[in-house]
């Protein structure tokens, strides 16, 4: 599709490329110019972004380090139990793929309730102590289309401020006024409610930056208080904690008090998708009402299958939990002795948050180049001067790569100084603030 034009300046056909990195730009001009992207558009990159992408990137894109070779540690995904290429996972993709070849690409909606899509659903409740459940493309969609059917413009959304960008998303969608609240603070949140009235509470159970928990019972205590319905996000949990990893809700015994649970199944079920529960009563009008679920294809029948057999080994998956829980709580122990600031964190997502984007991706690029490889964070996932290195631990790693991990660690601290680091400070504010009001926040690993 052509773009609009609309300054006369931007009429003129140019080389739209030719402010990008060299490695972007084509082959010599034997092809005719393309359509060009409109001033306005231009202004905006050259006001925005270009000189963040020379300056503090160095002309490269942000998130794009080296290419990790077949002995680099990759602490940069989402596959916690390590599932990626299981045996019955794949075999059951293959199967349907021979299998089902008389497929419908479809919308969801259409998908009658003795399919294969509905089955899944009614184990993936029942996974999680849920009267009903919707599959969605995505955890995003699953966010968006649920709060874009939940809230409204006459609802204050409270959520957490380091809650995800997509229910943020579902919030603006929905039209309604988002209402943040400090971070994991039950207090902060009573305050806005109190000023504020009734609506829905927004929570992670496990943060996706830091691998902090949710204080969730608090939480829900306080939305209760106040009348109001909580959505909580088990993108990080679910497969990860709780009996037979069925998220944080099941494990402390509040999935019965949580309105909402959306996930995706992009983290520890290795696949694609996301699902959200609800009660049956909401089931038809959500369906009719949530635009990722009507204008926006399903899954295809061999990730359904491949689904279904993944929730059989996530559930028989105990060892992996175990497994990930020791790793955890050994580099945790290991980084916060040398220095780093990981107190904002308990969990498998170990978030370092260095500062500056340039200063981030120096910290990267040392570690890449001994063979540990993370993932950058940088504004719009994290405030500006607040950008993260986030390293994601999994049940596989050996105990050569954690060892490898931490030597890594250690000859990288005299240089990054990360006691230094401002997150460091805060961290030590914070917790000379608990000690002296003699509380403390809970882990909710199982
Ligand atoms: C907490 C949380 N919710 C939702 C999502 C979106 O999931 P998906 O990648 O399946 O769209 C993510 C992924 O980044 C996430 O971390």
Redesign the pocket.
Known sequence: MHGEVDTPAASVAHDATASLPPTCQEGPAARPARAALSGRLRERMARDFQGRLRDEWGGRFVTHGRSPGPQAVRLDGNDYLSLSGHERIVRAQIDSLRRDRDIVVQSGVFHLEDSPTHRLEQALAAHVDAEGALLCQ????A?VGLLQVIADADTPVYIDNLA?M?LWEGIRAAGATARPFRHNDPAFLARAMRRHGPGIVVV?TVY?ITGAVCPLREIIEVAEAHGSMVVA?E??SLGTHGPQGRGVCAQLGLSHRVHFITA???KAFAGRG?FLTLPQELRYYLMCHSFPSIFSSALLPHEIEGLRATLDVVREADGARVRLRAVTARVRSRLAALGYPVANGTEQIVGLEVGLEADTLALRDAMEARGVFGAVFVAPATPRDRSVLRMTLHADLTEAEIAHVERVATELAPAFRPWDWASARRQGREAGARAGAGSGSGSASA
């Open positions: 995505s955890g995003y969609a966010n995800h997509s992670d996706s996000d993108s990080h995706s199944l992009a996301g």
